[in-house]
């Protein structure tokens, strides 16, 4: 993927590839690096994430931007069994392929996967298009997931309740 869109930019810009792949590097990976470095994980994530895995959740991560630092960053990567970035699948969210590679990494079907995410139009709408339950953290004005919530802490006292499982 990444050289596809390196491939594009050089073409567009009349530049060498080579040239393009170290701008994006630099450009794009460099800053949400740094980005990252000064963001803290909302308050009651990591409390959810322990309940989670204490009751026997398999957590696994899907992201546009390549997980594996922005996790351990927020000090995060314990938690999850898989990090999968969209582009290793060839496609950006809501293209199925992501998705369906999320699926394949926690070796469970689409339709057993209850996925969450903070952007309607490209998480829910790109989890749905599989098969998978979905929640949506943010603003939940007419959202089409499955559940919507607002703080961590609902999503987990909803999930460890049960209601979840029923969807």
């Known amino acids: 993927f990444r050289n ?3 491939g594009i930019v050089a073409d567009h810009l009349s530049l060498p590839i080579d040239d ?5 590097d630099t450009i794009i990976y ?11 994980p909302y308050p009651d994530l990591i409390p959810c994430l ?8 398999t957590l696994g991560i899907l992201s546009d931007l390549p997980p594996g630092k922005k996790l351990a960053l927020l000090g995060l990567e314990e938690f999850f069994a898989c990090s999968i970035c969209s582009e290793d699948s060839g496609a950006l969210k809501p293209d199925r392929r992501p998705f369906l590679a999320l699926a394949s990494a926690l070796n ?11 952007k309607e139009a490209y998480d829910i ?15 939940v004005r007419d959202s089409k997931a499955d559940f919507s919530f607002r703080r961590w802490k609902d999503f987990s006292a909803w999930l460890l309740r049960g209601e979840g499982r029923s969807l």
């Open 4 to 6: 596809a869109q390196a």
């Open 30 to 40: 460099g800053k949400v690096e740094a980005s990252f470095r000064r963001v803290k």
């Open 125 to 139: 709408r790109g989890a749905r298009s599989v098969g998978m339950k979905t929640a949506l953290i943010g603003n």
């Open 108 to 118: 469970r079907p689409p339709s057993s996967i209850l996925y969450v995410g903070n």
């Open 50 to 57: 322990q309940a989670l895995r204490s009751a026997g959740f």
């Open 20 to 24: 393009v792949k170290s701008m994006i």
